[in-house]
């Protein structure tokens, strides 16, 4: 057969069904989908999302390649088209791109179909099927009829533009080539919606754009309506921004009732539309509900077909949403025509859902119906069901709440006040509204809930804003009050979400002891009442404690405990999940896997996003810098983190010795031992970490005697940490080599030994270099593990040494009277001395801090802790 594959190609794409208005956009992530070469490749979208515009521009761009090519375009069947008449069609399209196929105006469904694939089969060049809208056929085979053409014919591939999940519903079952391109992938992004309006000479920046695309959900068509509200204000948009926003949202109330609403289809249904725009998730029963209308369900999926509502993809799931600007345009259209508040159909809905036990879409309404003694109902029923999965709507409401709707909710009050000022960034100073120590608290269940629960809300406030002594003290009187009545206390699940917020803020001010047991009660408490995300948040973080003490077999087992409960979802689901996050990278740390810390460090990079528990996480990365011999860039790290999360790195957190105490041990492997010891002596000296740094500085710079008695010291006061007390005994073993008492090496070397083999722990042997391993010369087998890594840290992660420079008492005195003198004869009156005794003492300080100059001198010594 002859076929003139490019005359008849131009003769259809721009034509038919491919409708292109005067706005189009290049588009080349889309137009790659369509040269994959897929059999079948469907575009899901409502009207208005571009998808007969793309398939016309990829056949414009993709003729030159395939001169060839015969395209078949099917044009859009009538609503609930009869089969027979589509396959009539379809061999019409057939003959109108040249195919020779028989006509027969009365042929069945099944002859009508036959016909066509017989005129396939004697076609020798590509073809492509643009199948436009064929969801609106009634044919129960047509998706069976379309693979069949796919799978004889491997010279045809199909194009389809549907609205609906009717025919391609779920393709899994198909054993062909496939793509679907879903609306998600069809909206615009932010980088195609900010070149659409440059490419039309229209720079308005990023946000500006940005704020456009979320009102047109990105939908290419009122992205375009938008255009002409862009050209008016031009470069004055983001100045006068709230009136340009304004016009933007009539230019789209214009589109939906001058476009949408007179579909006739629409039309039909303009009432039923309408009222069931309250919803944001449409059901058969929330239709009925709301329109009164017994063929609620008929008008959804005609609505539905025009393109107007999109259905759940999960099959059998009958669900609809409105796309979103349409929905927006027809709320507006309420509020305006609804001169009261709360709007009346969507408090209405509110109730109805939370009948039904759904909080989040009952708040939802709620709030959108400005009904706030519905909201605090709700937020007070459903808060712990809302958390895990809600967060940030819980979070946005709340900050909606206007400040008479909290007045006599203390609780209510109390977050919403924490939740401005963690916004704002600033320090909250709160006051109690309750008197936590009065007596006749005990006397009333709800006076008694109502004060614990408001104290909770203020200690995490207060350790929001880093004052952790507080908000400790606080945590504390909180769990007295439970105990001292606990028959009038909050019940089982909303007391194991306290009890997780008080382990929190007991574990982020150094009271860890007291952490474990509170957190043991809360782990134990959310997985008998079914809160699956406090449960997996708590085991978490006692894994994290063990971790953190070197105890691995009890982190690995509260690791496990952790896996069982994933009982959130979204951005919440990442945060319960940081604390195990930091604990999985500890444990590989402690068996030196380094492969392992590697990865999860770095899932924890891509998540980790303002958590309280920021400083653990960076003791990790510093412990890895330290053993991978990078720890230069290790300290970068660190200084880069504090300057982001310094606000909670204060006097009375956890967080401030630990990384005292881990930049100390980098700067010792960097051989900084001044700058080492000046950090360490300058703050948190009785912190245990910051004593085993003080311990191992002395050690590794000439001081043994001096770092045994740093040990004796700590030994009098560790706390259950293996990890320290591992760490302890390795500089112990390393001391006493120094002083040549080998045999007391060997006992301190011998309880290494012991704990290694209690806890599995590895990571204390990479600071003893084998050099000092041979000279203990040992009876007792090293672990099996360490001797395989051994070779790899041979040389210890720290230096045999590490200098320090030490001035006299002269030269510190003669170099600070420098700093406040104009001279050296200055500095000589001042210190009743001759000018030549300061330049002799001069010479030997520059030459000590290897400078030349005075301001060198000067900025040098007091850095490294001189002056």
Known sequence: MDVDGAGMHRGNWGSGPFRSGGLV????????????GSALTVLRGPRGSGKSTLVSQWLGASSASEPHRVVVSVPEPEMRCDSGVYWRSVASAARAAGIAAAEDATASSEDAFRTFCSSLADVDVPVVLVLDHPDRVADPLFRDRISEVLFRFGHVRAVA???????????????????????ADLRFTA?????FFEQNDLDLGREVTDRIRELVDGLPVLAGTAMSIARAFGGEFA?????????????????????????????????????????????????IMLSSDGDSLRRLIDLEYAGILMRSPIPGVLEWKMFPPVREALMRRTRVATTTRPLPASARLARFLLAEGNY???????????????????????????????????????????????????????ARQM????????????????????????????????????????SISIRIAGEYDRAAALTKRMAELVKRAPEHGVGDPERSALQLQWGITLQLSGHYEQAVTTLRSAYMAGATAGFDWIAEKAAGLLALHFAMAGELVHAEKWIAREERHEGATGRLADLIRVPGQIARALIALERLDMVCAKSTLAELDRTFDNDEFWAFAQYAQAQYK???GDAERGRLHLHRAESIFGRWMTGSSAAAPLLVAAEAELLCAMGRGNEARVLVTRSHEDHSFVRLACARIELLTGNPAAALAECRLLGRKLPSFTRLQMDVAVVETLAHLDQGRVDRARRAFGRVLSLAEQTGSLRSFAALPASALEALALDAELPGAWVRLAPDYAQGIFPESVPVIELSDRERVVLGALGDATGVAEVAATLFVSPNTVKSQLRSAYRKLGVNSRQDALAKARRLGLL
């Open 239 to 287: 100045a006068d921004r709230g009136r340009a926003l304004a016009s933007l949202q009539r230019v789209i109330d214009s589109y939906v009732e001058n476009t949408i609403m007179a579909d006739p289809v629409v039309a039909e249904s303009a009432d039923f539309l309408i009222a069931s725009s309250t919803a944001v998730d449409l059901t058969p029963r929330t239709a």
């Open 191 to 195: 980088g195609e919606t900010a070149a």
């Open 161 to 183: 533009m549907v609205r609906t999940v009717v025919h391609f519903g779920t393709l899994d079952q198909l054993d062909l080539g496939r793509y679907v391109v879903s609306y």
């Open 360 to 414: 989040s879409a009952a708040l939802l309404h709620a709030a959108e119906a400005e009904d706030w003694d519905l909201v605090v109902v709700i937020l007070k029923r459903g808060w712990l069901q809302l958390l895990p999965d809600h967060g940030m709507l819980l979070v946005e409401t709340i900050l909606a709440l206007p400040q008479y709707a909290v007045q006599g909710e203390p609780t209510m009050s109390a």
């Open 25 to 36: 956009l290049d588009r080349p992530r889309l137009q790659a989908t369509l040269d994959s």
């Open 419 to 458: 939740l401005l000022g963690y916004r704002a960034g600033w320090a909250l100073a709160l006051e109690s509204v309750v008197d936590l120590d009065d007596p006749v608290l005990t006397s009333s269940s709800r006076d008694l809930a109502g004060a614990i629960s408001v104290g909770t809300v203020q």
């Open 626 to 628: 330290l053993l991978t």
